[in-house]
C-alpha cells in the first residue's frame, strides 16, 4: 500500500479560502466521480469538516496520484488550481500515516484536542464503505488511526486543552467589553462547539446565557446542562440585540448573522457588542466588524493568540503517543507485507515437492503407505530449511532496509508468479468485516 493525503486546512489556508472549499450540496459526490475517473488512485476517503477537506488515498504513483486529487477537488468546489497555490499539501507514506493520527488524536485541529473528529472520520469511513470507493488497504489505516484518537483521550488530558480556544476569545472579548461575567451572553448553535462553549462560559461564573439554535429541543437539553435559557430559532434577531457577547458555531452554510440584523437592532446609545465566530464556513457577516460599536474575531484571530497556558505539556505527552504509534505501525506494515513472499516461497517449495513426488510415482510402484512416508519426510526436510530463512526473513522485514531484502528474494526464486497467485487466492472477510479482495475506485 502506498498512503498518500492532499488536502487543505486551518494551518495551510486562509478561511475565505476554506470557505470555498467546503464540500457542501452535491460537490462530494462530483469529487468521487471525478476521483473515479481517475487511473492513479485505487481507494479513497474524504474528511470534510469546518476546518479541513483532505483527500486519504491508496494509490499507484505518487506524481499521477497528487495531480489526479488536486485537479478533482479543485473540479468539485470550483477553485482554480493556481489559486489555492501553496496552500494545498501532500503527505505520502508515513508522513501521511503520521498526519491522519495526528488529526484523530486532535492535534491538528483549531480548537486543539477536541475529539468531534472521531465522529466526523467514522463518518468517513462509512461514506468510503457505502459509496464503494474505500478498500482494505485504507480501511486498515483509517481504524487504526481511530483507535490511536479513542487510546489519547482516554490515556491523556487533551480534552482540556480545547477549552482553550473559548477562553482565548473571551480574554478577546474582555478587552473591549470588560468581565463577560457581568454581561447577557448568546451562544447561537447546540452542536459539539457549542456545547463546548456554553460549558466553558458556565465554568467561568457566566449565569446569563441564552441558546438558541434551529432545533429548538436541542437548545434546551443543552440549557438545562449549563444552566442557560434556550429561545427558538426566529427569536434569535432579539436574543442577539440584547447581548453584549454573542458566540456562534453552527453548521449552516452561509452567513447566520447579517450586517443589516445586527444593525437594526442596535441604536446611538446601544453598548459596545462583541462577536465571536467559531464556524467554518462563518456563520457573522465580515460587515458585521465595521459597524459602529461592535467588534468581530473569527478562527483566525484566535490562532493568531497562541495556545492556552499550561496546555504544551499535554501536547507534548500526546504528540509523543502519536509518534510511537505511527513507528509501530510502520513495523506492522513492514512485517505484514513480507507475508505474500513468505506464502510465495513455500507455494514455490510445494509446486517443487508435488513435481518429484510425480517423477518418483512415474518410476517407482509404492503402496499407498510408503508414498505417504516418502512425501512425510520430503515435508519434513522442506519445513526445517525454510524455518530459519522465514524467521530471519520477518525480522529483517521490520529493518529500514527490509524492502530490499524481499526484492531480492524475489530475484532468487523468480517469486513473482507464485506472489501472483497467493494473492488472487479469495479470503471470506476482511479487516472490521470488509470484503477481503475488494479494490475500488480508479475506474474499478
Known sequence: M???VVGLSHRSAPVELLERATLSGDRGA?????????????EWMVVSTCNRVEIYGEVATFHGAVTQMSESLCAATG??????????YAHYEERAVAHLFSVAAGLDSLAVGESQILAQLRTSLQDGREHGHLGRALENVAQQALRVGKKVHAETGIDTVSKGLIERGVALAEQRIGPVTQVPVAVVGSGAMSAL??????????????IVSRTLENAQRLATATGASARPWDERHDVIAGARFVVSCTGAVGHVIGADEVRAGRSDDSPAQVFLDLALPRDVDPAVGDLAGVEAFWLDDLRAVGEADGSRTELEAVESMVTEEVAEFALSRRAAAVGPTVAAIRRYAADV??????RMDARIELDEKQRAQVQLTIHRIVEKLLHTPTVRMKELATSDDGGDY???LHTLFDLDPFVSQVSNIPREVGPQGAPAGRRSGGGQ
Do not use: F, M, P, Y
Not at 30 to 41: C, I, M, P, T
Not at 353 to 358: M, R, T
Open 79 to 88: 477553485l482554480d488550481l493556481e489559486e489555492v497555490g501553496d496552500s494545498l
Open 406 to 408: 524481499t526484492k531480492l
Open 197 to 210: 462553549t456554553a460549558h466553558t462560559l458556565t465554568r467561568i461564573g457566566v449565569t446569563d446565557i441564552t
Open 353 to 358: 515437492v508435488a513435481g518429484e513426488l510425480e
Open 2 to 4: 502506498s498512503l498518500l
Open 30 to 42: 462530483q469529487l468521487d466521480e471525478a476521483l473515479r475517473r481517475g487511473d492513479h488512485v485505487n
